[in-house]
Structure formats: structure tokens, C-alpha cells
């Protein structure tokens, strides 16, 4: 058949055409989050070299692990005069703003692709938040680029470009986390708040084609999980404890985040000297906490291997939370999902540690609740349990621990809803 004959079909048959749509900006975003996650690496290569931060900055003076973050700061200062303080936001909520909001602005691709070349920089050189934030606003301009590259007739433009702000984020979510299903996810229960099947088949053409770009040119493997399972029916019983526990670190780092925005703001100096003032706090802690530095995949990995100890581990909770609320507050760029899993699997692993020492022949290992805490933490911050899970489920691919996480998981969000009045997504705005 004549390629002009599959194009008049694209363009008379509008389910075809959005699944097309749907499947170029999967393929745009995933190649996206793999340049994205390529920066990071060069980025951090340059500064420490190839190998595990943790042991890397222990190696290095003082003074150099301190002026690592300062260095990254000075950096993304540069780009402020590029990115209009307007829409200086975190990613996702960028996304969530132009999506909902009454006095919404269409997305602006120079300022989302700066924010990314900012993110490598900031998490290259220490900063501590994640890769989600800048990969969903890019995807998301990717989405909305495609409407207007393929002419959409006006009836029908606004619906197709919130299926393919939708279709980008769920690949940028699942090129970063591997996760397709949980980009799926994330899209209906964060960006679009509803599902419906005619807007969720795109989007998990999009979320797929993401999963599969960045499995093939980054790898397969985000984080290395452990096998764990549940040992007891009484293990629910301290799986709600910890619930408990994990709505009380999701209002405290959402209070902190909070907080610390606004002491940045109220700081008399321009904005191009915040992020310098950030990586000099942040620097001071990493020279005696480097297990925070960067995305902190190293150091998640350490405490699902049960290497740390459970006072370090309870140490971690703190420092991750207060490092990254002056990363961002700094008007440091990257996201908190990243930071959500860390401080999920340093609650999880702390507490685990503790109960597992009191009823040893009951409970299973530290690592098994720092699995459920990664979860946990990571749907109560950011309101999505289901999101949360099925992520989770796509680092272990073991269904015995989806059990325990989809409880403690939707049990802490429950609570710290109540608790609290906004997300982390209006936090900086």
C-alpha cells in the first residue's frame, strides 16, 4: 500500500491517529530521558568519576566534597536568566498547572528543556531529588508539541492534547522507573485525575514505547531489589505500624519542603545566588552524610542489602528530607520521587530493623519493609497509591510483596490526607 494511503487513513480515522500521536511521543520521551539520564552520568563522572558516590566523595578532601554542590549551584544560576521565574515550578506540577488550573499557560519548551540541562547539573554535582520531574514536564511539551505538529482540527484539539500531555508523562515515567504500567499509572491518577479506556489505550502505547527505549539504550534495571516476602499473617500488625510511621515522615518532609521554600524566598539576595547558597548547605552535609548524594540510587540499593545500621539508617530520614527541601528550595531542579523512595526505603529499613529485632521469628528482615517504606512513602507524598505500587511490583517482578505494600501503601496515604492540605506539587509555586 502507498504511504499516502496510510497517511489518508491516519488522518480520516481519529483513533488510529492518536495512537500514531501517542506512540511518537513515547518514542520522543523515552529518547529524551535517556539523553537526560546520560547528562547525570557525565556530569557526575566529571565531578567524582566513574563508581559508587558514596565511596567516592570518602576518598576526596573535605573541601572538594564540599564545593561539589557550590560548583553545581553556580552553574544552574547561569540559566536564570533564561527561565522566567513564572514558570520556575517543579515539573510535574508545571504539568498538573497547565492541565487544571483557571489561569493556566501553555508549556514552554525552551524553559522545560533548560530545567533538564539544569537537573543533570544539579543531580550531577550532588543535589538531592530525582529524574522524574524534568523528564514529566519534557514529555509533557513533547505531547503537547505533537498536537500542533499534526494540525488538530479545533473540536477536537483540546481533547487530544490532554491524551498527549498524558501520553508523555506516562513515558517519561516509565523510561525512568522501567515501570510502563506504572506510567500508566501516574498519568490517570496524578496528571489526568480519571481514567477512561479511550484515553488509557494511547497512553499505554506511549508509556510502552518510553519503557522500551529506555531499557534498550540505559538498561534494564533501575534499582537492584532483593527477594523478600512476608513471613507471617501477624507481620500486618507491624506493616501498620509502619503506615503509621510512614504518614508521619510524609507530613514532616511535606512541612519541610514547604518551610524551606519559604526561607529561600524570604532570603534577601537575587535568585541566581540561592541555588549557590543550596549547594553550600548541601555541601556541608554531604562531607558527613555522602550517602545523600545525587539521586541516591547507591545508597537505596545499600539499605535494601541491609548494609547500613539502623541508627545510620534513622539518621538518613532527617538528612535526605532536609537536603533535598533546600535542593529544591534553592531552586535546584529534579523531582521527589526520587528523594520518596529514598527516604522510603531509610523509614522502612530503620524501623524494620528495630521491630524485626524484637520479634524475630515473626517478622521478616530489615530489607522487606524498606521495600514496603519505597512504596509507601512514595504514594503518600505524592497522593498515588496505585501508582506507587505497581512500581514497586516492576522493581521486585515478585508478587509476594505487592500484598503488604498495596496496604501499608493506601493506609498512610489515607492518613496523611487527612492530615495535611496540600501536595507536594503545590509546594513550589
Known amino acids: 500500500m502507498p504511504i499516502i494511503n496510510y497517511l489518508r487513513i491516519l488522518k480520516e480515522d481519529q483513533d488510529i491517529l492518536v495512537s500514531f500521536m501517542a506512540m511518537l511521543v513515547g518514542l520522543a520521551t523515552g529518547f529524551s530521558v535517556v539523553l537526560f539520564v546520560w547528562m547525570i552520568n557525565y556530569v557526575q563522572a566529571l565531578m567524582l568519576g566513574e563508581g559508587d558516590p558514596i565511596y567516592l566523595t570518602q576518598a576526596m578532601a573535605w573541601w572538594q566534597v564540599f564545593l561539589l554542590p557550590v560548583a553545581g549551584g553556580c552553574l544552574v544560576a547561569v540559566l536564570f536568566p533564561f527561565i522566567p521565574k513564572s514558570i520556575r515550578m517543579?515539573?510535574?506540577?508545571?504539568?498538573?498547572?497547565?492541565?487544571?488550573?483557571?489561569?493556566?499557560?501553555?508549556?514552554?519548551?525552551?524553559?522545560?528543556?533548560?530545567?533538564?540541562?539544569?537537573?543533570?547539573?544539579?543531580?550531577?554535582?550532588?543535589?538531592?531529588?530525582?529524574?522524574?520531574?524534568p523528564s514529566v514536564e519534557i514529555g509533557a511539551?513533547?505531547?503537547?508539541?505533537?498536537?500542533?505538529?499534526?494540525?488538530?482540527?479545533?473540536?477536537?484539539?483540546?481533547?487530544?492534547k490532554v491524551i498527549m500531555i498524558g501520553s508523555g508523562a506516562a513515558a517519561a515515567i516509565?523510561?525512568?522507573?522501567?515501570?510502563?504500567?506504572?506510567?500508566?499509572?501516574?498519568?490517570?491518577?496524578?496528571?489526568?485525575?480519571?481514567?477512561?479506556?479511550?484515553?488509557?489505550?494511547?497512553i499505554f502505547l506511549a508509556s510502552a514505547t518510553g519503557a522500551i527505549v529506555s531499557t534498550t539504550f540505559v538498561g534494564p534495571e533501575v534499582i537492584h531489589v532483593p527477594s523478600y516476602h512476608w513471613v507471617s499473617f501477624w507481620e500486618f500488625g507491624t506493616y501498620a505500624g509502619l503506615a503509621v510511621l510512614v504518614a508521619v515522615v510524609g507530613i514532616l518532609f511535606t512541612n519541610i519542603l514547604r518551610g524551606t521554600r519559604k526561607a529561600f524566598d524570604a532570603l534577601p539576595v537575587p535568585e541566581w545566588g540561592k541555588p549557590i547558597i543550596g549547594g553550600a548547605i548541601v555541601g556541608g552535609f554531604l562531607v558527613f552524610f555522602p550517602h545523600v548524594y545525587g539521586t541516591g540510587t547507591e545508597a537505596v540499593e545499600h539499605t535494601l542489602n541491609e548494609d547500613f545500621a539502623w541508627h545510620m539508617l534513622l539518621a538518613l530520614v532527617f538528612v535526605k528530607a532536609f537536603v533535598t527541601a533546600v535542593t529544591l528550595g534553592s531552586r535546584g531542579f529534579g523531582g521527589l520521587f526520587g528523594p520518596?523512595?529514598?527516604?522510603?526505603?531509610?523509614?522502612?529499613?530503620?524501623?524494620?530493623?528495630?521491630?524485626?529485632s524484637l520479634f524475630p521469628g515473626m517478622t521478616g528482615s530489615s530489607g522487606a519493609y524498606a521495600v514496603v517504606g519505597m512504596g509507601a512513602v512514595l504514594g503518600t507524598i505524592a497522593n498515588a497509591p496505585i501508582t506507587a505500587t505497581i512500581i514497586i511490583f516492576d522493581f521486585t517482578h515478585d508478587y509476594r510483596m505487592i500484598l503488604p505494600v498495596a496496604v501499608v501503601t493506601l493506609i498512610s496515604t489515607f492518613l496523611s490526607v487527612k492530615s495535611r492540605t496540600k501536595s507536594i506539587y503545590q509546594v513550589k509555586g
Do not use: C, W
Not at 523512595?341 to 529499613?349: D, I
Open 90 to 133: 517543579y515539573g510535574v506540577g508545571e504539568v498538573i498547572q497547565t492541565l487544571h488550573a483557571k489561569n493556566r499557560h501553555p508549556l514552554s519548551p525552551r524553559a522545560a528543556f533548560l530545567k533538564l540541562f539544569g537537573a543533570s547539573i544539579t543531580l550531577g554535582s550532588g543535589g538531592a531529588l530525582g529524574k522524574e520531574g
Open 141 to 160: 511539551v513533547i505531547g503537547a508539541a505533537m498536537t500542533r505538529l499534526f494540525r488538530i482540527p479545533d473540536k477536537m484539539r483540546d481533547e487530544i
Open 174 to 202: 516509565a523510561a525512568v522507573f522501567n515501570s510502563p504500567f506504572g506510567g500508566v499509572a501516574f498519568a490517570m491518577e496524578v496528571i489526568l485525575s480519571h481514567m477512561h479506556l479511550r484515553i488509557s489505550s494511547p
Open 340 to 356: 520518596a523512595l529514598y527516604m522510603g526505603a531509610v523509614t522502612g529499613g530503620a524501623y524494620g530493623a528495630l521491630v524485626h
